[in-house]
């Protein structure tokens, strides 16, 4: 009898585990062979085992457009295929609902970031847009303190500084606050860079961790600013205000940025959720904004035409002070196929995850994915694909040059439509025209003040990492050495 007891047990955890990792098998779809095995546990364990790493392992098994795979103990399809994976992005419309976002109030019912995606249109950021100079000044007047000090001989890890530069954005722009990070380092969102998210599940965006240890205190944050706007009538020119904008039933598009009273006593957005919806621009921004910096840093200081061309390109449209207006940004052609290429080589967001919410048949082919089950997208190793991007592990901006531009020849035959680091159809970023502002200003601001040079070291040794995950760094951060640069004014003839 006593016997019978652990072997019944071990039948039942025998047979539960190898259901689970039947699914795909039993469901016809092309997939890995699983099942888990002790290397795999004592990785686990230990927080050795690398998700993203091992997706991309799962995207180079076979030649399948669909590859079952497993997550742990979830089923995951994984699409080998750029063409079915915008076609499922974009033509999916009701099957993976992002639930995240639905928002109830009263009888209204809505999609949040649908309605808050006018705060990331040209307008509006065309007035954020001294906020996010005032922002890039504060990054480089830190490093001129710090280059007087050092003299000729200054060397920083740009991917730390840079980490303190977008949590400086974020302070400003997203929680209102006029915060100067490099000085005021007590401040909870200074703490918050050196917090490390990692979490075993957490290895997609759609599986950040809801709640963090700061959640309640940057709470309070955004409470003691929301009441400063609504009740002392403060205007600032932030997203910040247009989210009180919106929590007041007031449009979030268009060009008014002072409250205006209504009629309704109901707040559209509670606090708690104003401030939830802070805390996940926070997540989604901070390493996605800073690694994109750091990397293009890395690879365009490798080539010193590069530079030449960004430094050039910058002077053109800068008037006879260096200044540059927010219009002209549009102009940095050069710029934009720079990011665009680190976006590619280095997604800061790898996989795209969608759960199915009502079963889904999935375009030209027999297979159907049922609700509850995971579709993910492997953005870096679709980027990273030969198929896909000519020398993919080669930084070439100009592979994304469109006929007719007048930025040199391309000579490169990349299919660039294979191009997703931002995501496709109705879910995309939001952020994307936000991001590439406060990205552009940091590269110009730069690329105008100083001479930079890598650690010679750091080219052969340089190791990425999605620790924690999902986002992607520099394992031991970028050494560059700094060296003043006179911004020439422009001869005007
Ligand atoms: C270079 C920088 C960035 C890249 C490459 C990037 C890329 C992405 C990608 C691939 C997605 C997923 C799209 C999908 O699920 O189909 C996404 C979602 C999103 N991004 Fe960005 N992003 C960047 C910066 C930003 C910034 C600065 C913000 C806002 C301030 C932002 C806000 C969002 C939001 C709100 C979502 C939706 C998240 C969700 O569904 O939970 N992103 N982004």
Not at 392 to 399: E, F, V, W
Not at 423 to 434: D, E, P, R
Request: glycine residues 6%; hydrophobic residues 40%.
């Amino acid at each position: 009898m006593w016997l019978l007891l652990p072997i019944l047990l071990y039948s039942v955890v025998f047979l539960t585990v190898r259901h689970i990792y039947s699914h795909w098998r039993r469901r016809g779809f092309p997939s890995e062979k699983a099942g888990i095995t002790w290397s795999f546990l004592q990785k686990a364990y230990r927080r050795e085992f690398r998700h993203v790493e091992a997706i991309c392992e799962a995207y180079q098994l076979g030649r399948d457009r669909l590859l079952g795979i497993y997550c742990f103990f979830r089923p995951v399809l994984l699409v080998r295929n750029v063409e079915l994976a915008q076609t499922i992005l974009q033509q999916s419309n009701g099957h993976f609902n992002e639930l995240k976002w639905d928002y109830v109030k009263g009888y209204r019912r809505f999609n949040l970031l649908e309605k808050l995606a006018p705060m990331f249109g040209a307008k509006r950021l065309s007035e954020m847009f001294g906020q996010v100079q005032k922002v890039g000044d504060h990054l480089i007047n830190h490093l001129m303190e710090q280059e007087q000090v050092k003299g000729n001989h200054l060397e920083v890890d740009l991917q730390q500084i840079l980490g303190v530069y977008s949590i400086n954005i974020i302070g400003n722009l997203i929680y209102g606050v006029d915060i100067n990070n490099f000085e005021q380092k007590d401040h909870i969102l200074t703490s918050y860079l050196s917090y490390k998210q990692a979490s075993i599940q957490s290895f997609t965006l759609g599986r950040l961790p809801q709640k963090s240890s700061f959640t309640y205190r940057l709470r309070d944050l955004i409470k003691q600013n929301v009441e400063l706007r609504e009740d002392h009538g403060l205007i600032r020119k932030d997203i910040l205000q247009l989210l009180v904008r919106f929590r007041n039933g007031n449009e979030v598009s268009g060009d008014k940025w002072q409250l205006e009273t209504n009629n309704d006593p109901e707040k559209l957005l509670s606090i708690k959720r104003l401030a939830k919806v802070a805390e996940d621009l926070l997540k989604v921004s901070l390493d996605a904004v800073s690694s994109t910096i750091t990397f293009t840093l890395f690879e365009i200081l490798q080539e010193p035409l590069i530079v030449e061309k960004l430094q050039a390109e910058i002077k053109e449209l800068s008037n006879e002070n260096g200044q540059l207006k927010f219009d002209e940004l549009d102009g940095l052609k050069y710029m934009e196929m720079c990011l665009k290429e680190t976006v590619r080589k280095y997604p800061p967001l790898p996989i795209i995850e969608r759960i199915c919410r009502k079963s889904y048949s999935l375009p030209n082919s027999k297979f159907t994915i049922d609700e509850g089950k995971t579709l993910m997208v492997p953005l870096l190793a679709i980027h990273r694909d030969e198929k896909y991007f000519s020398e993919p592990m080669k930084y070439k901006p100009l592979r994304f040059l469109q006929s007719g531009s007048d930025v040199g020849q391309c000579k490169d035959k990349t299919k660039s439509n294979g191009f997703i680091g931002f995501g496709i159809g109705g879910a995309q970023c939001v952020g994307q025209n936000f991001a590439k502002l406060v990205i552009k200003v940091a590269l110009i601001k730069l690329l105008q003040n100083f001479h930079m040079e890598l650690d010679l070291n750091i080219i052969a040794t340089l190791e990425v990492s999605h620790q924690p995950a999902p986002f992607i760094k520099t394992k031991d951060g970028l050494k560059v050495k700094l060296k003043r640069r006179e911004i020439k004014p422009k001869f005007y003839g």
